[in-house]
């Protein structure tokens, strides 16, 4: 029997996981503020993010989609496409830029080389998967979606039952500027929205059947709900500690060791570079047919240096929240036509 479900999945969950994810960040932005409420906004936008990939790899294998730009015209005609399209590249020439910054503060902060050392093993390690194309994402994200599962799961188990879910944020706020903690959720779809559409519209050669797009997009659903609950389990205990910081994670593995401390920093760098790999075979896949693939992948990769300077943080506060509102618009037109 064929494991292309699991492939899949692995791919779904790199897509996703990401800087802001493994962080903490963004579940503490998006979930951890609203205390308790916000597990259940966890379970909620698990059960969507499983839903949305299962409908939309089913999208994929029936109309025979084999690149985003044909997803566009199939669905949107040439003139929306194009807007669309645009917004796309934009955002993945962003996201990719997130990563390698991100990569740039773990090499500086937590391991000691420079900034620009982070930078630039990022951007090399990138494009040399990018080589191998859908085999390389494939392939890579197979090996270390495994260690961010374990390590993510190992962090969280091991503080809450040393703790015995002890949380020191359980009511937490009921309103945001993102509203409550069901809109957050929708919202933290919408963020992902966009490189998961790119993505999967060039999974096609992997989706044997309707059986294997809906197990891929269930499971890969499912992990991202476990993991999103064991991190933000682990910041409600310590949340009046790590709720104002740029990577709270690390400050909680703090508490299990300040070795433990450089082994999550691993992780976390992981976790950047799977969401990288999408990013970056997302712009690739809407170049396949080009004569000057390879070139143009080479120049993708070396001008998202100069943003990558602007500074992970920043980067995230003022750009996530855009493309959320845009991801989630798109993702739901996408699903409910044709």
Do not use: H
Request: glycine letters at 10%; aromatic letters at 14%.
């Amino acid at each position: 029997m064929r494991k292309d479900w699991i492939k899949i999945a692995s791919i779904y969950v790199g897509t996703v996981i990401g800087a802001g994810f493994a962080s903490g960040r963004e579940i503490i932005e998006f979930f951890g503020v609203y205390g308790i409420k916000g597990i259940w906004g966890m379970v909620i936008s698990g059960i969507l993010f499983s839903l949305i990939g299962s409908l939309l790899l089913v999208k994929v294998y029936n109309n025979k989609i084999k690149s985003f730009d044909e997803l566009l015209s199939t669905l949107f005609g040439q003139k929306i496409g194009f807007i669309i399209d645009t917004i796309i590249t934009f955002s993945l020439y962003t996201g990719f830029s997130v990563m390698i910054s991100g990569s740039g503060a773990i090499f500086k902060e937590e391991l000691g080389f420079s900034y620009n050392i982070g930078i630039l093993v990022m951007v090399i390690c990138s494009f040399v998967v990018f080589l191998f194309s859908l085999e390389g994402l494939s392939f890579v994200n197979s090996i270390l979606v495994p260690l961010l599962i374990i390590g993510i799961i190992f962090t969280s188990f091991y503080l809450n039952i040393r703790e015995e879910y002890n949380f020191s944020n359980i009511e937490g706020v009921t309103f945001t500027g993102k509203g409550n903690f069901i809109t957050s959720s929708l919202l933290y779809l919408g963020s992902n929205s966009l490189i998961i559409l790119v993505v999967f519209s060039s999974l096609l050669p992997m989706i044997n059947n309707k059986k294997t797009a809906v197990l891929s997009g269930l499971t890969g659903g499912v992990i991202l709900a476990i993991l999103g609950i064991s991190i933000l389990t682990s910041m409600l205990i310590y949340y009046n500690e790590v709720s104002s910081l740029d990577i709270p994670m690390l400050k909680i593995c703090d508490y299990i060791g300040k070795e433990y401390r450089k082994f999550y920093a691993i992780i976390l760098w992981i976790a950047m570079f799977t969401t990288a790999l999408a990013n970056g075979f997302g712009f690739m896949n809407r170049i396949s047919k080009d004569k000057n693939k390879l070139l143009k992948t080479a120049l993708f990769c070396a001008l998202a240096i100069p943003l990558a300077n602007a500074g992970f943080s920043n980067l995230v506060g003022v750009l996530y929240p855009i493309f959320g509102f845009i991801g989630f618009t798109v993702m739901m037109f996408v699903l409910c036509k044709g």
